[in-house]
């Protein structure tokens, strides 16, 4: 069994995604960790394309998108708090 290049593609985004994956669990910033979690879901939504699931990926896309801007308005409410 022969490997073409996009598999090798593939390999190379999921050995990425597991170390976003671990870096947000040690990054102590909320903001940064938010910023690397949003390129967590593109990269999840780029492998979806990869297998040929667009609707996946556009799902994924779509959540990714939602959760980042959700947790960046929660980042920034609860850093304004700390602030005043």
Request: aromatic share 10%.
């Amino acid at each position: 069994m022969y490997l073409t290049v996009i598999d090798y593609w593939t390999i190379a985004l999921l050995l990425l995604l597991v170390v976003i994956s671990i870096s947000i669990y040690f990054i102590k910033d909320l903001l940064h960790a938010v910023i690397v979690y949003g390129a967590y879901s593109l990269i999840m939504a780029l492998i979806w394309l990869q297998m040929n699931t667009p609707d996946l990926a556009i799902t994924e896309a779509a959540a990714g998108i939602c959760t980042t801007v959700l947790m960046m308005v929660v980042v920034f409410r609860t850093s304004r708090k700390e602030e005043e």
